[in-house]
């Protein structure tokens, strides 16, 4: 009988091991990897005239997208609207310090012209350094939003004290409106960063504005 049970010992640890060692397998194999975000079918990039093409990894080509800012035609129609859009709001605070008559419409017209002014001539030089004119020939005033008409301007000219100074504003917080959603049109679909960067300057400040001016009215 001693006999028997000696016999049955290394079997039973033999199991044991056995089990462990398959246990052990199977915490070390963790969860089966996902697929790699950044594999995907080779991209064909065309080369420049007389070059041959080349063939790039998924990877390499979304690296190439990013570090490529090259402006498109969104990021020039911006710059030379928004010139133009922030010459029209220059022009209206020209008119304030002879007309209003709240000091706070006064301060508001002094930042407008302080901020626009200078972003103007960024623009500017912009549009120099990559080699396009400031402004497209035949562009219409009116196809930009939050633009003042004609008849707008002259009725603003006209106006003098609290009723210089609600015409002002009122017309002021549209031409803001119209500049945040041309803001907003470049950054979807233009490609320059510094274009986006502007854009997303202008988008912050003139809704802090907007929110100022709605308080005075």
Known sequence: ???RRTLRVPVALTALTALTVLGL???DSGPAPGPDRASGPPVLVPGKPGDANRTLSAQEAAQQRADDDTPNS???EYARMMVEHHSQ???MTGLVPDRA????VRKVAERIAAAQGPEIDVLEAWLDEHGRARSAEGHARHAMPGMATGTQLRELRAARGKAFDRLFLTLMI???EGAITMAADAKAQGNNLRIEEMADDVI???TSEITRMRRML
């Open 25 to 27: 397998g199977a915490c």
């Open 1 to 3: 009988m001693l006999h």
């Open 74 to 76: 969104a990021d020039v």
């Open 101 to 104: 008559a709240s000091a706070q």
């Open 89 to 91: 709001a220059l022009e």
């Open 174 to 176: 549209t031409h803001h």
């Open 204 to 206: 912050a400040q003139q």
